[in-house]
């Protein structure tokens, strides 16, 4: 395991990744290259796609275009005809559209021949082991492995066994980039939650949302409480989030107009979060 200077980490969160695209805008105006992208869920395809090496205009112009049908479908009729013949579990959403997708947008050749390693993370379903895929091996496969959000998307298979999205472990995969003694961590989340001060929740719904939030979060709050003094001496880490809730509906929300707003957002909140931390550098 060869050691690196940077890393940058995105989290996992669905049609929010559309900020982290914003967040890597401001990076690139910053010249700060990463020699190691970890990603999970949404992570893992904005990661795979910069490994790939897709510029900053292509990757907005890529979440520009985006709309449900290139993500997924949800077959109604086949699910009501699984329930009556008693066919078990299906998966609510059918995401044939999003291995299109990044069939034809990712060269897999770029991702495994790239100076940049990528680590994505996954969840074995049956084992409940957390599984990272690495520049050396990874595919089309793995990536929709990582991005497999469980109950509403399909597991899938890698090397005969079934994966899905690492989100409910390891949503801030940080851990790959401590392994390799990055010197300096960029991470991304995609909750509010923890980088700014919310007001209390005043009803069920809020409550409930914040309850999520929480979990999107909460990897990554289990690190940063268990780092030791002398893992803070060897690494700089910054992380940059949103500023206000986002809301559940903005998970699946794969828009033109959610990811312009986010993409700006997340360049905005780049800049004003990240200002001490390369002013030191």
Excluded at 99 to 122: G, H, K, M, P
């Amino acid at each position: 395991m060869s050691r690196h200077d940077r890393a940058l980490i995105l989290s996992g969160g669905g049609a929010r990744g559309a900020y982290e695209i914003g967040v890597w805008k401001h990076l690139c105006e910053m010249k700060w290259r990463p020699d190691l992208i970890c990603g999970t869920s949404v992570g893992s395809i904005n990661g795979a796609a910069i490994v790939a090496g897709l510029s900053v205009d292509d990757l907005v112009m890529l979440w520009k275009s985006l709309d449900r049908d290139k993500i997924f479908r949800v077959p109604i009729l086949r699910r009501i005809m699984n329930f009556i013949r008693r066919r078990g579990f299906t998966a609510y959403m059918d995401t044939r559209p999003l291995r299109a997708f990044l069939d034809s947008q990712l060269d897999v050749n770029a991702i495994r021949t790239s100076d940049i390693e990528l680590v994505i993370s996954a969840v074995n379903v049956l084992s409940s082991e957390i599984a990272y895929f690495d520049n050396n091996s990874i595919g089309i496969d793995h990536i929709m492995a990582s991005s497999a959000i469980p109950m509403l998307f399909p597991w899938q298979y890698v090397g005969g066994e079934p994966y899905w999205d690492a989100a409910v472990m390891v949503n801030t995969p940080i851990a790959p980039a401590m392994e390799r003694q990055a010197r300096e961590i960029v991470v991304v989340l995609l909750s509010p939650v923890g980088g700014v001060d919310l007001p209390l929740p005043t009803s069920q719904h809020e409550a409930l949302e914040r309850l999520f939030e929480h979990a999107l979060i909460g990897s990554y709050e289990a690190f940063r409480s268990h780092i030791s003094r002398e893992q803070e001496k060897r690494t700089r880490i910054a992380s940059v989030s949103p500023g206000k809730m986002l809301g559940f509906q903005s998970m699946l929300n794969f828009s033109s107009k959610q990811s312009d707003e986010l993409i700006d957002a997340g360049y905005e909140d780049a800049k004003a979060q990240l200002a001490e931390f390369f002013s030191s550098a």
